[in-house]
């Protein structure tokens, strides 16, 4: 078992355990001192742990309630946190009760938000199902929902009280799941540690699992040492968007579907890196991508993309901000006008 203290505004702490699924309601009963539980989640994870946290949670003298929806991207909607709303005021959750998000991205997103915004702020765990929600979006406090102009575009920042992560459960994952979270993990690799880079080259997508300990907690710690810098997302944290400008883009291209947050990271990538970047880094960084069955590139035109960067929100007025690694585990913010980044990515 592995605790990793996340010092933010609400210092709190990441654990990393095989089997702490199924034991959760120990962890929660440590950080609250409510016995009343909201259960959030979507209708793939019901059927393969709701059983078993709602267990651990009653068995530690919870009571507990639970709210599922359909699984994938369009679930992170307006419509949807309503829906929530509606759920956790059937419930009767006040302010001094818990909501656990269950699941992957979507699920801890779109229940952090209801969480951060419900009552003005009712205290939430994550507990991460996915590679992609342990080692990226369950840590930092980012909340959000989509909305038709862009993903992510409303949301605010609210830090879990505590996140579990068990490496078991991602033994249920779909290749193509596992798939989408080593996008981000590959990105943590560029962005700030070569010798996790060097690591991934040496394993591929069939092979991980005997390294995902290790690769949880290490971007988990690198997003630590991130976040407690630039809790608000002003600086620094900006780096952990390496890949993100124009894969939120090519998400929003495919409409949100079949296509992956962790494809759209992965392709990112290599598109700017391809562009800005050494050949030989960008070769070092498409081989690594190829290993994850991750793309390294896309056929849709540029022009095409660009509307959808214009809207993204690391946009700042009439300029935006895009990340490069020149060298493997270091990431250097740069800051161009529209029109000049649009130059670049046609060039």
């Known amino acids: 078992m592995k605790r990793i203290r996340i010092n933010t505004t609400q210092p709190y702490d990441v654990v990393i355990e ?21 259960i959030i989640t979507d209708d793939v994870v ?26 994938g991207e369009q679930s992170k909607s307006i419509e949807n946190l309503s829906k929530i709303y ?11 009760d818990i909501i656990i998000a269950l699941g992957g991205g979507v699920v801890g997103d779109i229940s952090g938000f209801a969480a951060a915004s419900y009552l ?29 102009g862009g993903k992510n575009l409303v949301g605010a920042f609210k830090q879990p009280s505590i996140v579990i992560s068990d490496s078991d459960t991602l033994k249920t994952l779909p290749p193509e799941t596992l798939a989408d979270g080593m996008g981000e993990v590959i990105k943590y690799g560029m962005i700030r540690d070569e010798a ?29 040492v991130v976040v ?16 993100h400008t124009l894969g939120h883009a090519l998400e929003g291209w495919h409409h ?13 990538m290599c598109i700017i890196t391809e562009k800005l970047a050494s050949p030989e880094i960008a070769e070092r960084l498409k081989s690594c991508v190829q290993r994850y069955k991750l793309p390294t590139g896309t056929d849709i035109p540029m022009s095409e993309l660009l509307p959808f960067c214009s809207k993204d929100k690391k946009r700042e007025s009439g300029s935006i901000n895009y990340i490069i690694c020149k060298t493997i585990g270091n ?4 800051k161009v006008a529209v029109p000049e980044f649009a130059r670049l990515m046609e060039g």
């Open 196 to 224: 996790l880079f060097e690591l991934l080259e040496k394993y591929d997508l069939e092979t991980c699992d005997n390294i995902m300990d290790e690769i949880v907690a290490n971007c988990v710690d690198i997003k630590r």
């Open 120 to 148: 003005r702020g009712v205290d939430y765990v994550q507990i991460p199902t996915t590679l992609l929600a342990q080692v990226d979006s369950s840590v930092g406090g980012k909340t959000a929902i989509d909305i038709p």
């Open 256 to 268: 949100y579907t079949g296509y992956t947050h962790g494809m759209g990271v992965a392709a990112g």
């Open 18 to 38: 095989r089997g702490s699924l199924k034991k959760c309601g120990e962890y929660v009963a440590s950080i609250t001192s409510s016995r009343t539980a909201a």
């Open 46 to 71: 019901e059927k393969l742990y709701l059983g078993d946290v709602r267990r651990s949670l009653e068995e530690n003298g919870f009571k507990c309630t639970s709210y599922v929806f359909p699984n």
């Open 86 to 96: 509606d759920f956790l005021c059937e419930s009767e959750i006040t302010r001094s």
């Open 331 to 334: 990431a250097e913010i740069v």
């Open 228 to 243: 407690e810098h630039d809790t608000l997302d002003k600086g620094e944290r900006m780096i952990l968007n390496f890949g």
